[in-house]
């Protein structure tokens, strides 16, 4: 009936609606140090059996007969992949170059986990990213610190009036699962049910990428691929609006007929 097509015709504009918001999510976020890309994906709604017609004595039909009830938006993932590195010259701004997290203590004290090692000092001399999260390894540069120098490894020393002096180690975080991360804003991700153990170490080692002192990872938007989907997303928002129409303007002919 045309009342089912309706639904189902509205299934695919709530989904085109969703892969707009996520393509345009996307967009926004392009310049976004540190952003990972979100992924949508869609999958076919329940099915249901139909009546065919009389079937021939001793004869079975091939196959089943089933109609669909439209889509369903399946899941929003996140894409991990490496984004290009930005060189700043800034002691603090720090880069992953392969698997891993920095941890950020939040202000509830859990940790959160970002990409965005936009660093800079707070008034305590820790550092801290740019939403005034403290970094969760507490590197705390000396007052007479004239210069810092942070390696590969993830190192930290300093260069004072008494020497080189270590002022601590920064470590990475990765799971198993990346894409099972929630994210909870200001490019920070926290651990979900799917995302598997953290795997804490030093940069380097167990698999875990290494640091970049001076540079920033930026986003890995690729725009193009984004344009492209979000004319697909425009493309079936107006086909399933379309359908909506044509499937109204059958079920008045009905309702004429009746009256």
Known sequence: MAITALAV????????????EVVSNNVANSNTIGYKTAQITFQDALYSAFAAGAATTGFTPPSANQLGFGTLVDDVVGL?????????????????????????????????????????????????????????????????????????????????????????????????????????????????????PAITGVPGTNGLGTLNQGFLE?????????LVNLILAQRAFAFNTRAIQVENATLQATLDLIA
């Open 218 to 226: 930026q986003s890995n938007v690729e725009l193009t691929t984004e």
């Open 9 to 20: 015709s509205n299934t695919g504009l709530q989904a085109a609606s969703r892969f707009l």
């Open 80 to 196: 991990f992949t490496q984004g290009r590195l930005q060189p700043t010259g800034e002691p603090f701004d720090l880069a992953i170059t392969g698997r891993g997290f920095l941890a950020v203590r939040l202000p509830n004290g859990t940790l959160g986990y970002t990409r965005a090692g936009n660093f800079d000092l707070n008034a305590n001399r820790q550092l801290v990213s740019a939403d005034g999260y403290v970094l969760a390894d507490a590197i705390t540069i000396p007052l007479d610190a004239s210069s810092v120098s942070i390696a590969a490894n993830g190192t930290v020393t300093a260069v004072t009036p008494n020497g080189i002096v270590t002022v601590g180690q920064i470590q990475l975080t990765a799971f198993q699962n990346p894409a099972g991360l929630v994210r909870i804003g200001d490019t920070v991700f926290a651990p979900g049910p799917n995302s598997g």
